[in-house]
Structure formats: structure tokens, C-alpha cells
């Protein structure tokens, strides 16, 4: 039987990996050692969603095993060997604030991790499509710069960013026109990252190369922010997450920085796990793709908070504005999604961010009238 290994298989964009790919057929290994209450505390637990995929998938085998630990992973990959297809690498310390912390468990995890991965990938199943989930933290800060146009290439060297009534947004700094998002051309080079941002690199870059020196098949995703209803936001990580549970639980909720007029584009799991899918028909090795909802799905932090009480029906305002922004934060990012779009037409987003908050507000009240 065909098999995928998904790590962080209880996570957000792992659980709905492991989903997706059930239905498809594969037996699937997930490996979650629930790290998220050890990062985000018991709230952020994602041991729930482990019992539910459990219950609820036929074929799913759970390994509460850290990705860190070699000789323990080795005997997964060795187990099932010749008939794993697929590895979906989601595992992670996904958060620049809390990796500061403890810098050494943030790399361990992030950059480490991965290598375990990439080489128990190529030693027992080299020909499997690996999947990474990176993110937009590789490219640092450079989005808050401002962008020169000179550039016959468009080489990035930042954007210019002026601030509108609701949001900040990006320009073109020798044109008036609004730049629509920042593609895979922009340089990770010379900025400041973030703790979290440069382990993120290591990993991305590790895989660029094991894809391209080993030619192996490894789709790189550097996300924006992902999100959906089984999204277990904290205040360190996922944002829309979290102020959807704030905003229907009535808590307070703390806006870091940039007046709340910073801009993030929003993808549901479904539609980033439907990219690896294409991905996996026709995989490339080493390809970096910069993926997110587009400027059609992105929103400011007070925009969402509009959204969530039109959808919501409540009138919540239990939120503070802090002057310091987190360090390597983004003023303004949306994904161009343009490279994969070229390179897998039959893809687009089929969940707008209405729907997307509305599927989420539903999933908090629901808990209410548990």
C-alpha cells in the first residue's frame, strides 16, 4: 500500500494532509509528538486532533516520536521504506517570538529537524516527493525596505510602503500603482530575519540543495499565514486563528506594532494541501514557491476584525495597540502566487477569506455550545 509520512500530523496543515491524502488512497504515518503545548502551552495542544485523526482514518499509524531523534525515525523510514511515496515535512517551532526563548530548541527543530528528514528521505526512499513547508520569514525584514524598480530583473531590494486608512500598503517607489505581491525573486540576503527566520533558511536552503544536488523530488512552500478552522492559534502563532478565538471567547487580544494596519494574505489548509498535491504529480527538485492567498484573500489585522464581527454578529473591541512591533515582522505581505500558477494551471484557491473566517467562527461557537 502506497504510504506518506507526515510530520507535525496533528498540526494545522498536517491534519489536513493527512486528510486529504486518505481520501486519496495512501496509508498514512503521522509522527507528532504534540511539541505545540511545550511551545504555546496546553491551549495550543494538538493532542485532540491526533485522537480525532485516529478515530476517524482507517489507515492512519500515529508515532509520538520527535523528528529530532535519528535512530527513533530511522525505524519508521525503515519500516515502511520502498513503499513510501510521499513525505509532507510540516513539523516545526513556527513562532519568531517564542524562538528567541530558546534558540538552540528553535534551530534543533527547525534546521536539524529537516536535515533527519531530508537524509532518511534520500537513504530509503529517494524517489518519494518531499514537501516542505518553509515560510515567508526567510525573506527577513527586506518587505519593511523600500523596493527599487531600477532593475531590468526586478530584483528586490524592498518595496516602499505607505500607510492607508486601514492598512499599510506596498508601492512601486518610482510609480504610484500598488505592488500586487512579492515573488520568489526577493533576496533573503543582508536583513534581519528573526531568530526563527534564519533557522527556517537552513532548512529551505538544505532542501534546495538535497533537491538539486541529490535530484531529488523536493517542493519548497514558503508560506504567508495558513490558516483554518482547525487552526489552534496562540497569541505567539497564528494570528487570524487566535483573534477569532478572542474575538468570539471575548478576550482580550494584543496588536504588536504598526497601528494593526499590518497586511498578511490568508490560505486555507485545504487549498496550500491541494498544492502539494499538484506538486506531487509533476514534482521539480529543489523548487521554491512562495505560496499564500494573494491579494484578493489578504487583510490588515483591523480589517479582520471588521470581517469577524460582520460575520460573528458581535461587536467585539477587546483589543490594545502596543507601540513595539515584533522584531523581523512584516509591515506588508502578500504571496505571488504567479510561479505556481505557471507551473500547475490546474491549481487555484477555491476558499476566499470570507468563507475561510466564516468556517472558523463557526468552529469557536461551536465550542460555546459544547
Known sequence: MKIAIVTGSAGLIGSQTCDFLHEK?????GVDNDMRSYFFGEEASTNDSQISLQDKLEN????????????????IF???????????????????????????????VNATGTMNMLELTRLNCPKATFIFTSTNK???????????????????????????????????ESKETALSAIDEKMSIDNTKHSV????????????????????MNIGIFRGGCLTGPNHA???LHGFLSYLVKCAVHNKPYTIFGYKGKQVRDNIHSWDLVNMFWHFHKDPKQGEVYNVGGGRNNSTSILEAI?????????????????????????????????????????????????????????????????
Not at 60 to 75: A, G
Not at 146 to 171: F, H, P, Q, V
Open 60 to 75: 492512519y499509524e500515529h508515532q509520538y516520536v520527535d523528528i529530532r531523534n535519528y535512530e527513533e525515525m530511522d525505524k
Open 233 to 235: 492559534g496562540a497569541q
Open 25 to 29: 488512497g495512501y496509508k498514512i504515518v
Open 138 to 172: 526567510v525573506y527577513g525584514d527586506r518587505p519593511n525596505l523600500s523596493y527599487d524598480n531600477s532593475s531590468s530583473d526586478l530584483e528586490y531590494n524592498g518595496m516602499m510602503i505607505k500607510e492607508e486608512e486601514t492598512r499599510w500598503e506596498a508601492y512601486f
Open 306 to 370: 471588521d470581517k469577524i464581527n460582520k460575520i460573528s454578529g458581535y461587536n467585539w473591541d477587546n483589543y490594545t495597540l502596543s507601540d513595539e512591533n515584533r522584531v523581523g515582522d512584516h509591515m506588508w505581505y502578500i504571496s505571488d502566487l504567479s510561479k505556481f500558477k505557471n507551473d500547475y494551471p490546474g491549481w487555484d484557491i477555491t476558499i476566499d477569506l470570507d468563507e475561510t473566517l466564516k468556517q472558523m467562527v463557526e468552529f469557536e461557537k461551536n465550542k460555546i455550545d459544547k
Open 78 to 108: 525503515k519500516r515502511h521504506a520502498d513503499d513510501i511515496e510521499m513525505v509532507i515535512h510540516t513539523a516545526a517551532q513556527p513562532s519568531h517570538d517564542w524562538a528567541v526563548k530558546e534558540p538552540l530548541t528553535d534551530f534543533s
Open 196 to 215: 526563527f527566520g534564519a533557522s527556517k533558511v537552513a532548512a529551505d536552503v538544505m532542501c534546495q540543495e538535497y533537491g538539486k544536488y541529490f535530484n
